[in-house]
């Protein structure tokens, strides 16, 4: 992997404005090795690595010498020998200590205060000249020391950079790429590192021999295994469609022009159309906002991944916005794709109050506002909720999403189609049953309510050995049952008062 131009001013701006300790993130510890050995000339190098001890920064080789990993002790222990006899090393000449998978000692006391010893004879001693780099794709910052501690990330590869990587494949390859397929790749390799791009192309070429607009597929299915590495997302398999969906004409419709972008988007942006950012379907619990997000996911062709922010909460100062930056950079790297995060109203319940928790959420919803607001990638965010009234305005704005939805209980036409749907799901439709009739004893039910209603009354009929279903059985199964409405009448009235208020976009006709 080639180490990035940003990356690379960023190592050595940092390294002479004197941050003493710059933390990477990442996993190419061979790549940040070489970008720290472009910058090294007339600097003494050591390296410590938790499994090997001491080892030789030119040759990567393990030392044999008493601060070699020796059987008996552990990775801390060797850490602190390291640390004690390194750590007036820069007064004599400038020194570079690199770090490797020492996250899990970072807590350490003893590895603290040597840290901040050496962070502080950087800042304060005339004539000391030392660097600490630690290495690790994983982020664990400890409060004691976390304002002498830069994180530095390489950035991923840019649509330019990726057109690159794939021109030189397919000449190494000898297989000729157009323009437009060129294009339509580089897309979806959106949000890949150059190791995974390269992993990917051996895999497209090996499957029919060159590289071609079908190739996206085979992209978009690799992309899934991340996902499968990863606890921050996790992947939704659905069979749900757009013609599952009863009544919402509106938000349909408004889908289905934004699924025709997104599967040409290389065409339109060239057009001068925006990526779509995302939708907020606000409403009744069990009124078709879920099944709109497996529907979205289908309509536009793409996976479906959801994010459950509670999975992101870490004990670490700094672990919990670690792992948001991860799970986003993980969307990105899978996109395009549909993200769903549910109930968004309980995924950042807490912002703008005072301590602990409320804190940490506080930080996650700002870091995902920016996210929304500068994201290039397509990533379509599917946000549902049901009450937004503790939610904060600036979520709402025009900007953060395309379009915002309220989807009301069903209306008599909605619920008539919700009803066939549901009997022609079970394959128990049949002309005697009186649509209008059981829509108008239905008022105030939900979609979740009538399906219920459907599912009881094909149960009762098997059960009683019947060879069709009936209006009278629907009917009396309608009869026993406690519409949401009822159940819910004080939160639903809530939740109409707060879409009236921001006057939000109704889903349905």
């Known amino acids: ?72 002790l552990n990775g801390e222990e060797n850490l602190i020998k390291f640390l004690d006899l390194m750590v007036n090393e820069g007064f004599s000449t400038p020194t570079i200590l690199v770090l490797k998978d020492v996250h899990e000692l970072l807590h350490k006391p003893s590895v603290v205060a040597y840290l901040r010893r050496i962070a502080e004879n950087v800042l304060y001693s005339e004539g000391y000249e030392c660097t600490v780099f630690i290495l ?33 494949y397919a000449q190494s390859a000898d297989s000729p790429i157009d323009k437009q397929t060129l294009d339509e790749i580089a897309i979806s390799f959106k949000g890949l590192n150059e190791c995974q791009i390269s992993q990917i192309l051996n895999l497209a070429f090996f499957h029919d021999g ?74 009744m619990p069990g009124c078709g906002k879920s099944l709109s997000a497996k529907a979205t996911a289908d309509l536009f062709k793409v ?42 109203e309980k995924a950042f319940s807490g912002i703008g109050s005072i301590g602990g928790a409320s804190d940490i959420t506080t930080r996650l919803f700002g870091q995902f506002l920016t996210w929304m607001q500068e994201k290039e990638s397509p990533v379509f965010i599917v946000a549902t909720a049901n009450d937004i009234s503790n939610l904060p305005p600036e979520l709402l704005r025009k900007g953060r999403f395309d379009e915002l939805f309220f989807v009301d209980l069903p209306n008599p036409a909605e619920r008539e189609s919700i009803i066939k749907i549901h009997l022609q799901k079970r394959k128990k439709f049949n002309s005697s049953i009186d649509l209008a009739k059981l829509a108008s004893k239905t008022e105030g039910f939900n979609g979740a309510d009538i399906e219920s209603v459907v599912k009881d009354a094909i149960e009762i009929s098997f059960v009683e050995h019947k060879t069709d279903l009936t209006t009278d059985d629907l009917l009396k199964v309608i009869h026993e049952t406690n519409s949401i409405s009822k159940t819910l009448q004080e939160k639903i009235k809530i939740i109409k008062e707060t879409i009236n208020k921001y006057k939000i976009k109704n889903a349905s006709r």
């Not at 940040?32 to 003494?44: L, Q, V």
């Not at 398999?237 to 889908?255: T, V």
Request: aromatic letters at 8%; charged letters at 25%.
């Open 1 to 72: 992997m080639a180490i990035n131009n940003e990356f690379q001013q960023n190592l050595t701006m940092y390294m002479e404005t004197l941050h003493p300790i710059i933390y990477v993130n990442h996993y190419d510890f061979n790549a940040i090795d070489a970008a720290i050995k472009s910058i090294a000339n007339g600097y003494e190098c050591y390296e410590f690595n938790n499994a090997l001890g001491l080892v030789n920064f030119k040759t990567g080789s393990r030392v044999n010498s008493q601060l070699a990993y020796t059987h008996g």
């Open 136 to 168: 690790s794709n994983t982020l664990e910052i400890p409060r004691e020391i976390e304002d002498y501690i830069t994180i530095l990330e390489i950035p991923l590869p840019s649509i330019n950079e990726i057109k690159t990587q794939i021109q030189e």
């Open 210 to 283: 060159e590289l071609s607009r079908s190739d996206t597929e085979i992209i978009l299915k690799e992309k899934e295994q991340f996902l499968k590495k990863s606890s921050m997302l996790e992947s939704i398999r659905f069979k749900e469609n757009i013609n599952d969906i009863g009544g919402l004409e509106e938000l349909k419709f408004w889908l289905r022009r934004k699924a025709e972008i997104f599967k040409n988007l290389d065409k339109a942006i060239k057009y001068g159309v925006d990526v779509p950012k995302g939708v907020m379907i606000i409403g």
């Open 303 to 344: 996976p479906l991944v959801r994010l459950d922010v509670g999975r992101l909460l870490g004990k670490y100062v700094g672990e919990s916005e670690g792992n948001m930056r991860r799970a986003l950079a993980l969307a990105e790297g899978i996109s395009p794709c549909v993200l769903w995060i549910d109930e968004l």
